[in-house]
């Protein structure tokens, strides 16, 4: 629904990917890491994640504009996925599932192409990570489950085709309730350097995730102690080679995998190949 002139108020309703318009980084597409794409302490939330695809859930989005700033908002089921199959979307509505809340507030205009800052909650309760319920003995249930986020992504020089890209992104989740409670990232893409291969990319990241307090406690006692931290250097080039395909190798170095003290840091090597319709032309 589109409410008046192309700068006032849009709204959407249906089954949504959230990180479609909330938390997104148009720069950062291009790397494979799943970290660039909506942050951890963010995807990894809720009793399964927020509704991004493929397992996506019903949302209601209301966004506006005002010159080069906008705003959004959306209210998500809390808990995508079909209760029986959580990796298949459904739709199942309770109270004891709750809601998603999200708002995100930014501007849009000229080399910087997005600076923004969020928040996210869920109304429902969540089982404490290292806290018992005396009178049950079980996980202490306790709202306050959320988060906020804030990103930064600009065209740092350019020059005829050729340009340099870059983005940050920093996270923060409660503790008491996810796994990983900080988030830092940022990358640099290089595009257009090369005459006879204008189309071609080079990108270099960094992706840390900081586990929580709570979690390494929680480890603790469990007589499993974990690491800080998994943080991921990657470097990648993406070659369109014909109409219809492109390659793009990948580079990744993996420090404290999984922040688990008994792997060692993990080298990962990958190919990503997209092969588009033109083909059949």
Not at 193 to 204: I, L, T, Y
């Amino acid at each position: 629904f589109d409410f008046g002139s192309a700068q006032a108020a849009t709204l959407r309703v249906g089954f949504y990917d959230l990180n479609s318009e909330f938390d997104s980084i148009d720069t950062a597409g291009l790397f494979i890491n799943s970290s660039h794409g909506i942050g951890p302490e963010f995807a990894q939330s809720g009793a399964n994640g927020p509704s991004i695809f493929p397992v996506t859930t019903l949302a209601l989005r209301l966004r506006g504009a005002a010159g080069a700033w906008y705003w959004q908002a959306a209210a998500l089921d809390g808990a995508p996925g079909d209760r029986d199959d959580p990796e298949r979307s459904g739709l199942y509505l309770s109270s004891g599932e709750g809601a998603l809340l999200v708002g995100e507030i930014g501007r849009e205009a000229g080399p910087l192409r997005k600076l923004a800052v969020g928040a996210w909650t869920y109304t429902a309760e969540f089982d404490a990570l290292a806290e018992l319920d005396g009178s049950t003995g079980g996980p202490l249930r306790r709202r306050g489950n959320s988060g906020v986020y804030a990103l930064a992504d600009a065209n740092v020089w350019s020059r005829g085709e050729r340009k340099i890209d870059a983005y940050v992104r920093l996270g923060a989740a409660a503790d008491r309730f996810n796994s990983v409670a900080r988030y830092a990232g940022a990358g640099l893409v290089v595009s257009g350097f090369s005459d006879s291969r204008p189309d071609d990319q080079w990108g270099v990241s960094i992706a840390s995730a900081r586990l929580g307090q709570d979690l390494r406690r929680s480890a603790d006692m469990a007589g499993a102690p974990i690491d800080r931290h998994e943080t991921t250097v990657e470097m990648t080039y993406r070659a369109p080679l014909t109409d219809w395909l492109t390659l793009q190798p990948d580079l990744q170095y993996v420090f404290n995998p999984g922040a688990d003290r008994s792997l060692d840091d993990a080298l990962v090597i990958g190919l990503r190949v997209e092969i588009s319709g033109a083909m059949n032309r």
